[in-house]
């Protein structure tokens, strides 16, 4: 396994001459997302609003599920046309099952308290790319080698991901727009975090 800072070096070499494809890819899954929902909602009147809002965050999944792995793609030096965002539609009910029940446990260890909460979604953050590189595993065993590739690199990508704190809050002084940048970074950083835990994975099995 790489360095903090190595990652964030890999991250930024992936992402050479190719920050404009990051930042359009997280806008466009901004915009359907976060964006649609909230502004046609309101005229819905107040019951109306909340379910709409409810079932177009579930409609959204699997394009939340195509984001990051559009990152993995981009890491990879394959196809990222921005149709790719939209791959998780060609297997909805996969993706869908395995977003949905991750949102679920993570809500539970929240619930439970804030602690649990993160560690399980630290056990389950792989899973989108398992999901992606093996076409035939169902999603509750996506969630289970992902939690199997977890041990003992928890701490490491928790690290990883709070190494970032300091850029979001710079972000926020641009009213956001830095985000569509930082996002692109951030994504890629973890997407090299998964191919080194693949790596080594493949190596203990062998």
């Not at 394009?63 to 990879?76: D, K």
């Not at 619930?111 to 899973?127: D, H, K, N, Q, Y």
């Not at 065993?141 to 199997?148: E, I, L, P, R, T």
Request: aromatic share 12%; charged share 15%.
């Amino acid at each position: 396994m790489d360095s903090i800072q190595g990652y964030k070096n890999r991250a930024l070499a992936s992402l050479e001459g190719k920050w404009v494809n990051g930042a359009v890819a997280t806008l466009i899954s901004l915009l359907i997302a976060g964006v649609i929902a909230p502004t046609v909602s309101p005229a819905m009147g107040e019951v109306g609003s909340s379910v709409f809002s409810g079932v177009w965050q579930l409609i959204t999944l699997p394009l939340l599920w195509g984001e990051t792995v559009y990152f993995l793609l981009l890491i990879r030096q394959e196809d990222i046309r921005y149709e790719r965002l939209f791959d998780g539609y060609k297997d909805f009910v996969r993706i869908f099952l395995a977003k949905f029940l991750i949102g679920i446990c993570v809500f539970v260890g929240i619930i439970l308290f804030i602690v649990p909460g993160v560690i399980i979604a630290l056990m389950l953050s792989m899973t989108d790319y398992i999901l992606k590189d093996n076409p035939e595993i169902s999603c509750t065993d996506a969630m289970k080698q992902s939690a199997a590739m977890m041990k003992g690199h928890k701490a490491q990508l928790f690290w990883l991901e709070l190494s970032f704190i300091g850029w979001a809050i710079l972000c926020l002084l641009t009213l956001g727009i830095g985000f569509l940048f930082l996002a692109p970074y951030f994504d890629s950083a973890v997407a090299h975090f998964y191919e080194d835990l693949k790596a080594e994975s493949a190596l203990e099995n062998e």
